[in-house]
């Protein structure tokens, strides 16, 4: 699909909108963030960025050729320097067919491997998580010169943090921007190595003996074979690090994602939830 023109315009043909589409409201990517994820505009206008130009979406996604919507992408931080990566998601206005598959979220660049994706942070989310759980911010511990201003090395050097992880930078988002450290993979594989046999090495400082872990994977996890094998791999994993894991689980009714949970029902059964996460 991203090498040649004429794929392209194959893919570009896959997906007619169908005639009740156009009842539903449309947001544009700052509303989808902050309306539908729940996610802080501080955060969201530090993050998000928006691309239309084919030619650079395909310099983004490290492909060939791109002739499809335009879209927004973010960028992970590399959390040990606080600078922006080369890694990220990149999710186009409509979704493509890739392979046969269809595909809402791309994740970049094409052939260097899955990373975990580390948002960056704002002063006022950072102290809004270190007075949730009760852990300091020194001083020495902020760095204005970083992107994250040395958050992800804060988290580090504070194994009593809670750590959520989940799929996708939203999800991540709207847990960051409530209260909670959250690190976003861009599947449910992807924080795994060699077909589950070792952690994936980025997450290997944040997963340490004593930690809680929280993996809040989407809803329907259970159900899908694929999802939950991975879920179960992951966890045992996490629990060879002697971290302390617990799954958060949540009925499909009440949203797919946490960010739907949390933006359907409410910031009180948002928080019931992930105070019942199991071991």
């Known amino acids: 699909f991203y090498s040649t023109q004429t794929s392209c315009k194959l893919a570009n043909s896959l997906q007619e909108p169908s005639s009740d589409s156009f009842s539903v409201p449309v947001l544009n990517p700052s509303e989808e963030w ?9 955060l969201t206008q530090k993050w998000l960025r928006e691309i239309d130009d084919p030619d ?32 990220g998601q990149f999710k186009p206005s409509s979704p493509l067919e890739i392979e046969g598959k269809t595909q809402k979220y791309i994740s970049f660049p094409k052939g260097k491997g899955t990373q975990p994706i580390f948002a960056p942070m704002t002063l006022d989310l950072w102290i809004n998580i270190s007075e949730r759980h009760g852990v300091a911010i020194a001083n020495e511990d902020i760095d ?66 004593g930690r809680c872990v929280r993996l809040a994977f989407d809803a329907d996890a259970t159900v899908k074979p694929q999802v939950e094998a991975a879920l179960i791999q992951f966890g045992r994993l996490c629990k060879q690090q002697k971290a302390e894991v617990f799954i958060v689980k949540w009925g499909l009714e009440l949203g797919k994602g946490i960010d739907d949970l949390l933006v359907n029902q409410g910031q009180e059964k948002f928080r019931e939830v992930l105070g019942n996460a199991i071991a």
């Open 34 to 42: 902050i309306s539908g994820s729940a996610i802080a505009p501080a």
């Open 144 to 209: 204005e010169t970083r992107e994250d201003l040395g958050f992800w090395s804060w988290v580090i050097a504070h194994p009593e943090l809670p750590l959520t992880i989940t799929e996708g930078a939203k999800k991540a988002g709207c847990l960051l921007s409530k209260g909670e450290v959250a690190i976003a993979l861009t599947g449910v594989w992807n924080g795994q190595v060699g077909k589950g046999k070792a952690l994936h090495p980025a997450l290997i400082p944040f997963i340490t003996p």
């Open 56 to 87: 650079a979406i395909a310099v983004l996604l490290n492909w060939n050729y791109y002739c499809h919507s335009g879209g927004w992408f973010v960028k992970s931080v590399n959390p040990t320097t606080g600078k922006y990566a080369k890694h």
